[in-house]
């Protein structure tokens, strides 16, 4: 036997002993999809309608169980889940918008970080913002019959998500007077249909599934869409609502609001940071890249199924499904905004509502 062939018949024989890298299997397991919102907003929608694919697309096909832990603007849960580190892969957390402006906003409330978790899923939404039926017969595509109304909103805080509709009733010149409190979207839309709120909006998952509702019985009236951006960064309607104004569209037609200068910029930036990349699906820190890698592949999976554009379209609208380095790019973008935008934001949230962040 020469050198060559006993150094190759050596290396077959240790290949051949050495144990095989075992594959992620979560048969038996089931998955805990935490959501730091209640369970009848946005939030709940998006994760309840991908945690059923992501359980047929994962190997072992486990049980995937969104659970709820709402609480202050979903810091509550965001700070929990900035404690826990990797167990057996079956931790999953979502955050949203009003996860990310505590956050850009330095909040003091914020104990966590987004640069230790580890994304795997994001998706953008758009937003309704919508009127009661009495006042919705003065909109005309502009905000100028509504100036001398006062209006009641439920939020969640002037910090969250609701950030966005409330500078954006601000920049059209309408009063709304926000009653903070409410532990998701879905709570908002419940004072509305009761008459305790005059206007709200909600993300489009929840506007389909709820709000649309209100439309058809003749409650409720939509005024704009927050929008959606094109290729070129421009705010363009919302494919899953072409037939509604954008924000954009009904600022342009308002007297004294202006879509251009330090006010839009602002409204801009922490829109893009809300919306197109706005529910992200993170593992937390410490995961190994085989579970990493195992997630990646089942949301890419889920994507790839020749009915998701489909049913997506129903239930959570028409918006792209970043997986891998495309999630962590989205991420990246949701948790960042200029120091511009931020300082005209935190001065205007200082002025209207006595909120001072340091």
């Known amino acids: 036997m020469t050198i060559k062939t006993l150094a190759t018949s050596v290396a077959a024989i240790a290949l051949m002993a050495a144990p095989a890298v075992a594959e992620v299997d979560f048969s038996g397991k089931t998955i805990e999809w935490v959501i730091p919102f209640s369970e009848t907003g946005g939030s709940a929608k998006w994760a309840n309608f991908f945690a059923p694919l992501l359980s047929q697309e994962l190997p072992g096909q486990p049980t995937v169980v969104v659970k709820f832990m709402p609480g202050a603007g979903s810091t509550k849960g965001a700070n929990w889940f900035q404690e826990q580190e990797h167990g057996d892969g079956t931790l999953l957390f979502g955050t949203s918008g009003s996860t990310q402006f505590p956050y850009l906003l330095n909040d003091p409330r914020v104990r966590y970080e987004y640069n230790d978790w580890i994304p795997v899923m994001a998706s953008g939404t758009g937003g309704v913002a919508y009127l009661n039926a009495e006042d919705g017969k003065k909109f005309d595509g502009s905000a100028n019959g509504l100036k ?29 007077e926000p009653v903070f409190g409410i ?12 008459g305790e709120a005059t206007i709200d909006y ?89 579970v990493v890698d195992t997630y990646v592949d089942a949301f890419t ?58």
């Open 148 to 176: 001398d109304v006062d209006f009641i909103f439920g939020s969640q805080g002037a910090t969250g998500l609701d950030l966005v509709p409330l500078l954006a009733w601000k920049m059209l010149g309408m009063n709304v």
């Open 183 to 194: 532990k998701g979207r879905g709570d908002g839309r419940l004072m509305f249909e009761r």
């Open 202 to 290: 909600q993300t489009s998952s929840g506007y389909l599934s709820g709000a649309a509702d209100l439309v058809a019985a003749g409650t409720a009236v939509p005024m704009m869409s927050w929008g959606a951006l094109d290729e070129n960064g421009v705010i363009v309607r919302d494919p899953t609502f072409p037939d509604m104004p954008s924000f954009k569209e009904v600022c342009e037609a308002t007297e004294g609001c202006e879509a251009e200068g330090v006010a839009w910029d602002a409204w801009k930036a922490f829109f893009i940071a809300g919306y197109p990349s706005q529910k992200i699906a993170f593992l937390p820190k410490g995961t190994p890249q085989d």
């Open 301 to 358: 999976a889920v994507r790839a199924r020749p009915d998701f554009a489909e049913i997506a379209s129903n239930e959570v609208g028409e918006y792209p499904l970043f997986v891998g380095a495309g999630a962590q790019k989205a991420a990246a973008e949701a948790t960042v905004v200029s120091d511009e935008a931020k300082a005209y934001v935190i001065d205007w949230l200082k002025t209207s509502y006595g909120v001072t962040l340091e």
